[in-house]
C-alpha cells in the first residue's frame, strides 16, 4: 500500500488532523505536520486502536421465570359458621399502575436511536440513554420556540426590554411591529413613529425607578447645567473658554435626560406631521409627480441607522447614571475645583498680575480641564475606589503646582512627583496621558541637584 499522508487518513475518517497528530506523538511516533506521510504499520495502527468501533455491549442474561406458588389444600371446616362477608361483597385493592417512565425510555430510543448526535463528533459515539437526552431537548426547544412565536401571551410571556447601558437594537424593535420601514415612505414614518414612542417608554420607566439618584445629579451639576454668566474682567476670548468648558463638564457629569427626551419629542411630532399629510394628499399627483409631493420619497438616512442612533442616545443616561453612582465625590471635586480656578485667575487680574503668570495660569488651568475631561471617560479611576487613584494625586499635585507658582522649583516638583505617579500606573493609555500632561521627557532625572548628589555619594561609599 501507497504511504498515507495525515490530512488523508483524517479526510478518510472523518477525523481531526491536530487529534490524529497527538495520538502519533503519544505513540513515539514523530509527525511534523498534516503533509507527513506515514507507513503502512502505523496506518494499520490508527485503524485498529484510534478508529477502531466501539466493542458491542454484552448481552444481557434473560430474566429466570418467577416459581409459581402452589395453593394450599382447602380444608373442610368443622367449626360453625361466622358472620363473615361474602368474597363477592369485599372490596378489591386497587393495583399499583405500572410505571410508564421505563415505557417512555424505551420509545425515546427507538426514535432517536438512528438519528446522529449533535455535539458528539463522529468518533465518539454516544449510548442510547444520552441519545433520548439529546432528542428530548431538542424536541423540547422546538415546541418552545413553535409556541413562543404563534402565541406570545400563553405560558411563556414575551421579553420586555428596559433601558440599561449594554442594551442592544434587538432589544427595542423585537417589540415593535414594523414592515420593512425602507419600502416606502409612510412605512419609514410609521416605523419612526413607533420607535420614538417606545424609547419615551423605556426612559419614562428608567426615570421613574431613578428618580431619587436623577434628582441628586441635576442638584450637584446645577450650576454647571445654568447659563454662564461673563465677567467684565475677562476678556472675550476668556469668557467663551470657560463657558465652553463648563458646557462640557454638563454634558459629561449630568444624566442629559432633559435633551435626549427634547430629540425624541421633536422626532415623534415630525414622524406624525409626516403620516398626517397621506391622509390629505393627492395619490393621483403623487403618482404623478412624487419628488414634487410633500412626502418625500427618499428618507433621510436608513431606518436601522436611526435606531442605533436613538438607542445610543438614550443608553448614553444610564451610562452617565452608573458613573455618577461609583465616581460622586470625585465629580463633586472636578466641579468645585472648575470654579475654584475661575476665582483664582479673576483675582490675579484684579491684582494686576503680570502676562507671564496669566498665561501660565491659563496653561495650568489647561491642564486641569484635560485632567478632568480624561477622568469624565473613566479613566484614572481603574485602582481600587476606596484608595487614592491617579486622578486624586494628580489633581493634587496640580493644585499645589498652582499655589506655588512663583517657587523656581514648582515645575520640577510638579513634574518628579507626577513621575512618581506613573511607577504605579499600568495601562498604556493613562500611562501616556500623565506624561503629556506633566510634559515629561523620557530618561531625565527631575530630582534636585542636592538629592542627585547625596544619591550618587551613597553609592560611591557603597562601592
Not at 415593535?176 to 419615551?200: G, M
Not at 479611576?381 to 487614592?388: A, D, H, N, S, T
Not at 507626577?418 to 495601562?427: A, D, P, Q
Request: hydrophobic share 35%.
Amino acid at each position: 500500500m501507497a504511504s498515507k499522508r495525515i490530512y488523508q487518513i483524517a479526510k478518510e475518517f472523518e477525523c481531526d488532523e491536530k487529534k490524529i497528530i497527538e495520538f502519533l506523538t503519544g505513540q513515539g511516533i514523530k509527525v511534523a505536520n498534516r503533509l507527513s506521510a506515514v507507513s503502512e504499520d502505523t496506518y494499520n495502527l490508527l485503524k485498529t486502536t484510534l478508529f477502531a468501533p466501539p466493542p458491542p455491549p454484552p448481552p444481557q442474561p434473560e430474566p429466570k421465570p418467577e416459581p409459581v406458588a402452589e395453593k394450599p389444600a382447602q380444608v373442610a371446616s368443622t367449626e360453625a359458621p361466622t358472620d363473615e362477608v361474602p368474597a363477592q361483597g369485599k372490596k378489591k385493592k386497587k393495583k399499583k399502575k405500572k410505571h410508564q417512565g421505563d415505557d417512555q425510555i424505551d420509545l425515546e430510543l427507538e426514535a432517536f436511536k438512528d438519528q446522529p448526535v449533535p455535539f458528539v463528533s463522529n468518533n465518539e459515539v454516544a449510548n442510547a440513554p444520552t441519545q433520548a437526552v439529546y432528542g428530548a431537548a431538542i424536541t423540547a426547544g422546538n415546541k418552545l420556540i413553535e409556541h413562543y412565536v404563534q402565541d406570545g401571551k400563553g405560558r411563556f410571556a414575551p421579553f420586555k426590554a428596559k433601558l440599561h447601558k449594554n442594551m442592544d437594537v434587538w432589544a427595542i424593535l423585537q417589540e415593535i411591529k414594523i414592515d420593512d420601514p425602507d419600502s416606502a415612505p409612510i412605512c419609514y414614518w410609521h416605523a419612526v413613529n413607533k420607535l420614538t414612542t417606545k424609547a419615551f417608554k423605556l426612559m419614562q420607566e428608567y426615570g421613574m425607578k431613578n428618580r431619587e439618584l436623577l434628582a441628586e445629579m441635576r442638584e450637584v451639576t446645577k450650576d454647571v447645567g445654568s447659563k454662564y454668566v461673563p465677567q467684565e474682567i475677562f476678556t472675550d476670548e476668556e469668557n467663551q473658554r470657560f463657558e465652553a468648558q463648563q458646557k462640557f463638564l454638563f454634558e459629561a457629569f449630568g444624566h442629559g435626560m432633559g435633551k435626549v427626551n427634547d430629540n425624541l419629542y421633536e422626532l415623534k411630532m415630525y414622524a406624525e406631521n409626516k403620516k398626517r399629510l397621506c391622509e390629505h394628499m393627492s395619490f393621483l399627483d403623487y403618482l404623478k409627480n412624487p419628488t414634487e409631493s410633500n412626502l418625500e420619497t427618499k428618507v433621510p438616512i436608513p431606518f436601522y441607522v436611526l435606531a442605533e442612533t436613538i438607542l445610543h442616545s438614550i443608553r448614553s443616561v444610564p451610562c452617565h447614571v452608573d458613573f455618577y453612582r461609583e465616581q460622586k465625590a470625585r465629580i463633586v471635586k472636578s466641579i468645585e475645583n472648575f470654579y475654584a480656578w475661575i476665582d483664582g485667575y479673576k483675582k490675579l487680574k484684579e491684582q494686576g498680575a503680570d502676562a507671564a503668570k496669566l498665561e501660565k495660569y491659563l496653561e495650568l488651568e489647561e491642564k486641569l480641564f484635560s485632567l478632568i475631561q480624561f477622568m469624565s471617560f473613566d479613566n484614572l479611576v481603574f485602582l481600587r475606589k476606596k484608595e487614592r487613584v491617579p486622578f486624586d494625586m494628580a489633581l493634587d499635585l496640580l493644585n499645589e503646582y498652582r499655589d506655588n507658582m512663583d517657587d523656581p522649583d514648582a515645575e520640577r516638583n510638579f513634574k518628579y512627583k507626577v513621575r512618581g505617579i506613573t511607577n504605579i500606573t499600568y495601562k498604556p493609555k493613562e500611562f501616556v496621558f500623565l506624561y503629556q500632561f506633566a510634559g515629561l521627557e523620557p530618561h531625565k532625572d527631575y530630582r534636585s541637584p542636592e538629592e542627585i548628589a547625596a544619591a550618587e555619594a551613597k553609592t560611591m561609599s557603597n562601592e
